[in-house]
């Protein structure tokens, strides 16, 4: 079965960081075009960041310069360093990809900051 398991998520307090984790069965994963995803309550899923399968990086402005995207195709991961986080970082985060997307999402893991 096709699957994806994130990990990683926390309570961290205002400028703290948390690194995420992402783990997909996938076979063509280090094909995949790859993604993390965040749905804060009441709101709709945002793509938040995006790396291709040569390593090309990509962000919403809200998050550039304090969020990294990689991957470690050996391992079938891709993570999200997050650094100095604010409140507005607070949501649900999971990851897929964004032209092929898996079936199925993963559960996602919570980030939750506080001030």
């Known amino acids: 079965q096709v699957q994806l398991v994130e990990s990683g998520g926390g309570l961290v307090q205002v400028g703290g960081s948390l690194r995420l984790s992402c783990t997909a069965s996938r076979s063509t994963f280090s094909s995949d075009f790859m993604g993390w995803y965040r749905q804060a309550p009441g709101k709709q899923r945002e793509l938040v960041a995006t790396?291709?399968?040569?390593?090309?990086?990509n962000y919403v402005d809200s998050v550039k310069g304090r969020f990294t995207i990689s991957r470690d195709n050996a391992k079938n991961t891709v993570y999200l360093q997050m650094n100095s986080l604010k409140p507005e970082d607070t949501a649900v985060y999971y990851c897929n990809a964004p032209f092929q997307q898996y079936p199925s999402w993963g559960q996602g893991t919570q980030v939750t900051v506080s001030s």
């Open positions: 790396i291709s399968s040569d390593g090309s990086t």
